[in-house]
């Protein structure tokens, strides 16, 4: 079993930036890849951005390519998603998940999740 717990959310104006941090505990051994999704209420998880368990590989949603960047920390078990240049459209709740090895951009394919936490920006 891994627990996830994320931090780092708040509210900001658009153009500011903010860092989420997911800390891992439990079970970490293993080799996970780990993602950042988003989401709104009523609507379906969306992927932001992914990172293999060595961190030698990346993908990002287009919509925030060149704004986010994902990073991870093997030693201290933490993910973190930096945001720079926020607009009011990445408003939602953002909870990283953890899946073996690989990136995957599909939320059905992670198997551990974290509790979330809300980004808002004002425009």
């Known amino acids: 079993q891994v627990t996830l717990v994320e931090s780092g959310g708040g509210s900001v104006q658009a153009g500011e930036s903010l860092r989420l941090s997911c800390a891992a505990s439990?079970?970490?051994?293993?080799?996970?890849?780990m993602g950042w999704f988003r989401q709104l209420p009523g609507k379906e998880r969306e992927f932001v951005a992914g990172?293999?368990?060595?961190?030698?590989?990346?993908d990002y949603a287009d919509s925030v390519k060149g704004r986010f960047s994902i990073s991870r920390d093997n030693a201290k078990n933490t993910v973190d998603l930096q945001m720079v240049s926020l607009k009011a459209e990445d408003t939602a709740v953002y909870s990283c998940?953890?899946?073996?090895?690989?990136?995957?951009?599909?939320?059905?394919?992670?198997?551990?999740w974290g509790q979330g936490t809300q980004v808002t920006v004002s425009s």
């Open positions: 998940a953890a899946r073996s090895y690989a990136i995957s951009t599909t939320s059905s394919e992670y198997r551990y």
């Open positions: 439990g079970r970490t051994g293993g080799a996970y890849g």
């Open positions: 990172i293999n368990w060595s961190g030698g590989s990346t």
